[in-house]
């Protein structure tokens, strides 16, 4: 099973001094992860501490500048090659396509190319890349998106990287929207967060997009005595996703209630186990 831990998971450990992205891959490796999905602020040398907890509450206002230092990067590269571990998808805040402001648009989108760069240097299959927007998502500013995505996948495919958006904020997190969005983009794929939709409109993300998904982010917050999300049965993600055909990568993004990031992502990566795992099982005796 291919899954990874998106870094985001310890966002407040990493803030407070207690991670970097060195012990990230490190951590990634006893947890028994098979790829490195890694959050930009982690591999930023600029948004450290209360600057990386401030780009992760506010996307929408995000500017996470790529690191200018090749040492550095050639660093986390050797440190992900001693663990055995290649770099799956590299997600980027800070560069969304769409801005209303058209001077913030552009600085998005060379902020865009130079995460892609170092995507490739690091030898990563996919970036995440959001949409921006609003949920009002009228037609010239689908053909504004639009326009923006061809731009950094044709960008990404000439570095051998694809491109990903996410049902995350602004335009994205309303089904319809992402539905429209990659209908609209050859090339988009699409990492299906279980948990970041509108408010109420969970059930309709899973039903129309789970079929789209290229990559996952199974979202926790608190469990249960069974080691399951407490806030939500996330059993039918699971089994949409069979159906599908998804066999991962399998993406962990939790975000305990409690503050314990090291052991949410352990009991996130053992519900995807069981579940997944369920979800394949139940799929070949069909």
């Known amino acids: 099973m291919r899954i990874g831990i998106c870094s985001y998971s310890f966002h407040r450990t990493a803030a407070a001094g207690a991670m970097d992205i060195f012990s990230f891959i490190t951590t990634c490796k ?3 992860c098979t790829v490195l999905d890694p959050w930009n602020a982690h591999l930023s040398l600029k948004a450290t501490g209360a600057d990386a907890l401030a780009h992760g509450a506010n996307p929408d206002r995000s500017h996470i500048e790529p690191p200018a230092d ?3 990067l050639a660093r986390v590269l050797a440190a992900a090659k001693s663990a055995g571990l290649p770099f799956g998808t590299l997600a980027v805040d800070g560069a969304h396509v769409y801005c ?3 001077a913030e648009q552009a600085a998005n ?3 865009a190319h130079r995460w892609i760069e170092i995507a490739a240097f690091l030898g990563a299959e996919s970036v995440r890349i959001d949409s921006g927007g609003t949920a009002e998502m009228s037609d010239a500013v689908l053909a504004e998106i639009a ?3 061809r731009d950094v996948i044709a960008f990404a495919r000439a570095r051998g990287v694809s491109v990903l958006m996410e049902n995350h904020w602004g335009a994205s997190n309303v089904p ?3 539905v429209r969005i990659l209908d609209a983009v050859e090339g988009l794929g699409l990492l299906f967060d279980t948990h970041n939709w509108a408010e109420g409109r969970q059930a309709d993300g899973w039903r129309l997009c789970g079929a ?3 990559a996952t982010h199974i979202k926790t917050f608190a469990f249960d005595a069974q080691g399951d999300e407490a806030g939500v049965d996330l059993r039918p993600a699971f089994a949409l996703l069979k159906t599908a ?3 991962g990568p399998w993406g962990v993004e939790s975000v305990p209630t409690d503050g314990n990031e090291l052991e949410a992502a352990r009991t996130t990566i053992a519900l995807i186990r069981r579940h997944a795992g369920a979800a394949q099982a139940a799929g070949a005796k069909s």
């Open 30 to 32: 006893e947890m028994g």
């Open 70 to 72: 090749q040492a550095f």
């Open 100 to 102: 209303a402001d058209k």
């Open 109 to 111: 989108r060379t902020r």
């Open 147 to 149: 326009a923006g995505y």
């Open 176 to 178: 319809e929207n992402v």
């Open 212 to 214: 789209r998904a290229a």
């Open 245 to 247: 055909g998804f066999r």
